[in-house]
């Protein structure tokens, strides 16, 4: 859940024209490539955030709704319950049930970018 | 209940070997939390154990990076123990503490309905079936054999639900009178 969170937070706060390629171990990675989310990456856990949150906190998204999905990122990837959000669980079910019905990640990503998008417009209902 | 030998021949293991500088503590109880919270077996000291999958995979992925961060070594292995016998004596030994922890909260679904039969307040009792099934997640999560106790404990907080439920509407429906 992570890893498709930061993509749709890269896309659509960050930079709506990245390209991104998926490979199984950091050493398959094109030259030239920003790795994240991965050990060892400028973008990746820190301490005890997860790379979302590392994300917000590198490119100063100030952003209450985003916040919130942090959290929600958050408690699913590192499964400490540390801000208690209910979505986690299901939300955390679907993506890893769609990592398996789905041929690959890009068909995967078009999709969770959809989630992203309508949990970002339910929250920010919410929230303002 | 035994696990059968084809499953048994299934079942690949992660195990993370790691060493942190005793001091300062915290990251060892850090990393020891974690583990406990995933449901690691300890197979001797910095030498802990869990069924792969995706999930555990990835978490201790991070859990070695965050061994690393903290000064300490770790390396991340997967293993196969070198008999059936001794693959089905480790998850045995996986199943004990959910086995443990589901009997734990059959009783205290047992006690909530006790609570509710006696004419306890409805918004504690909710509180505390909300805990149970909290508690109830969590070790689901972490019950990666399915232990024989998890329908028993399943069944034991619906039942609890239910009764809470049942009462909370009784005593609308008294105060509306």
Redesign the interface.
Same mark, same amino acid.
């Given at each position: 859940m992570d890893r498709t969170a930061c993509i749709w937070l890269i896309r659509r706060h960050i930079d709506p024209d990245a390209e991104f390629s998926f490979f199984g171990d950091a050493s398959e990675a094109p030259e030239g490539a920003e790795l994240f989310d991965v050990a060892g990456a400028r973008l990746s856990h820190r301490g005890e955030d997860c790379s979302f949150e590392t994300i917000l906190e590198e490119y100063d998204l100030d952003d209450l709704v985003l916040r919130e999905i942090s959290e929600i990122v958050h408690d699913a990837d590192l499964m400490d319950d540390r801000y208690g959000r209910p979505e986690s669980d299901g939300l955390d079910a679907v993506i890893r049930g769609m990592q398996l019905t789905l041929p690959d990640d890009e068909a995967l990503t078009l999709l969770t970018d959809a989630i992203f998008d309508g949990l970002y417009a339910y929250l920010r209902r919410e929230t303002l | 209940m035994d696990v059968a030998v084809e499953q048994v021949r299934k079942i690949r293991w992660l195990i993370l070997i790691y060493h942190l500088p005793r001091e300062p503590s915290r990251h060892r109880v850090a990393v020891w939390r974690?583990l406990k919270? &995933?449901g690691a077996l300890y197979l001797q000291d910095g030498a802990a154990a869990l069924p792969d999958s995706?999930?555990t995979r990835e978490?201790l992925?991070?859990l070695? &990076?965050?061994v690393?961060?903290a000064g300490g070594e770790a390396t991340l292995w997967e293993a196969l123990p070198n008999t059936v016998d001794e693959n089905r004596a480790l998850v045995e030994e996986f199943r004990g503490p959910r086995e443990a922890a589901y009997r734990d909260l059959v009783e205290a679904a047992g006690k909530l309905r006790r609570k509710v039969a006696m004419g306890a307040d409805g918004t504690v009792l909710l509180e505390v079936l909300a805990k149970i099934e909290r508690d109830f997640?969590t070790e689901r999560?972490r019950d990666y054999f399915r232990s024989p106790l998890r329908k028993v404990a399943d069944a034991a907080i619906r039942e609890a639900r239910r009764v809470v439920k049942e009462g909370a509407g009784r005593a609308v429906r008294e105060d509306a009178r």
């Amino acid at each position: 859940m992570d890893r498709t969170a930061c993509i749709w937070l890269i896309r659509r706060h960050i930079d709506p024209d990245a390209e991104f390629s998926f490979f199984g171990d950091a050493s398959e990675a094109p030259e030239g490539a920003e790795l994240f989310d991965v050990a060892g990456a400028r973008l990746s856990h820190r301490g005890e955030d997860c790379s979302f949150e590392t994300i917000l906190e590198e490119y100063d998204l100030d952003d209450l709704v985003l916040r919130e999905i942090s959290e929600i990122v958050h408690d699913a990837d590192l499964m400490d319950d540390r801000y208690g959000r209910p979505e986690s669980d299901g939300l955390d079910a679907v993506i890893r049930g769609m990592q398996l019905t789905l041929p690959d990640d890009e068909a995967l990503t078009l999709l969770t970018d959809a989630i992203f998008d309508g949990l970002y417009a339910y929250l920010r209902r919410e929230t303002l | 209940m035994d696990v059968a030998v084809e499953q048994v021949r299934k079942i690949r293991w992660l195990i993370l070997i790691y060493h942190l500088p005793r001091e300062p503590s915290r990251h060892r109880v850090a990393v020891w939390r974690k583990l406990k919270a &995933l449901g690691a077996l300890y197979l001797q000291d910095g030498a802990a154990a869990l069924p792969d999958s995706a999930v555990t995979r990835e978490q201790l992925e991070w859990l070695q &990076l965050r061994v690393r961060e903290a000064g300490g070594e770790a390396t991340l292995w997967e293993a196969l123990p070198n008999t059936v016998d001794e693959n089905r004596a480790l998850v045995e030994e996986f199943r004990g503490p959910r086995e443990a922890a589901y009997r734990d909260l059959v009783e205290a679904a047992g006690k909530l309905r006790r609570k509710v039969a006696m004419g306890a307040d409805g918004t504690v009792l909710l509180e505390v079936l909300a805990k149970i099934e909290r508690d109830f997640r969590t070790e689901r999560r972490r019950d990666y054999f399915r232990s024989p106790l998890r329908k028993v404990a399943d069944a034991a907080i619906r039942e609890a639900r239910r009764v809470v439920k049942e009462g909370a509407g009784r005593a609308v429906r008294e105060d509306a009178r």
